[in-house]
């Protein structure tokens, strides 16, 4: 029944070492997000996908990167991880751009 | 100053208590809203949509005055489930219908 997907659920990494967080879907949603959770704080908008188009938020640092092979996979790419990054790594999917965001379970990335 | 403010936790308050949370939004290009729920290391999951005209949804009514830019969410009877961090959510007209987050207030029910 699981909608929407993430693995893995949590992840320990070493600083500056490249990390892939993977999110799939059930849902054959168009759009696809990925949000940063710190602590404490709100979770905030990285990129999304409308279908194949790339979105990236103007203050997502260039540490981060994405990727969609098809409908149903997106992966977030840290390329060097700093101790900054450290958070829950959140997926979102949705039909259109103006409707309802499902929410994955979410990615607790730790780096030492 | 943030685009979505919400009042700072956490509040702590008895079973069967009422309890008022309050939003602001700074950006008038906002067309919709909405309040989600956040339990402990979980995803955020809607709880409403928020309508002019304010709208209800069991123990939970949920108001927005846009002359104002303001949303609330008011919990009746709490239980004790009903603890978890409440997010004011906006989402704009344009930027391809973003969501921006407010960070959340925790709500403590307590037997």
């Known amino acids: 029944d699981a909608m929407v997907i993430q693995n893995p659920r949590y992840q320990v990494t070493q600083f500056g070492k490249p990390v892939t967080l993977s999110c799939s879907q059930t849902?054959?949603?168009?759009?696809m997000y990925w949000y940063q959770q710190k602590s404490s704080q709100a979770p905030k908008l990285l990129f999304h996908?409308?279908?194949?188009?790339?979105?990236n938020e103007a203050d997502t640092p260039d540490n981060f990167q994405s990727r969609r092979p098809n409908t149903s996979f997106c992966f977030l790419d840290i390329r060097s991880p700093g101790l900054g990054d450290a958070a829950m790594y959140l997926c979102?999917?949705?039909?259109?751009?103006?409707?309802?965001?499902?929410f994955g379970p979410g990615t607790r990335l730790l780096v030492l | 100053r943030k685009e979505v403010e919400q009042d700072p936790g956490p509040f702590n308050v008895p079973e069967g208590a009422t309890v008022a949370f309050n939003c602001t939004y700074s950006?008038?290009?906002?067309?919709?809203f909405f309040w989600y729920r956040q339990d402990c290391r979980k995803e955020p999951k809607l709880l409403m949509s928020?309508?002019?005209s304010g709208n209800e949804d069991g123990r939970f009514t949920a108001q927005l005055n846009r002359a104002s830019q303001y949303i609330s969410l008011l919990i009746r009877d709490s239980k004790l489930s009903d603890s978890a961090t409440y997010l004011c959510?906006?989402?704009?007209?344009?930027?391809?219908?973003?969501?921006?987050f407010g960070q959340g207030t925790e709500l403590s029910v307590k037997p």
């Open positions: 979102a999917t949705s039909v259109g751009s103006q409707e309802t965001q499902y």
């Open positions: 959510v906006v989402r704009r007209s344009n930027q391809g219908g973003k969501l921006i």
């Open positions: 928020v309508y002019s």
């Open positions: 996908y409308y279908d194949k188009d790339f979105n």
């Open positions: 950006n008038s290009a906002s067309q919709s």
């Open positions: 849902l054959n949603h168009n759009v």
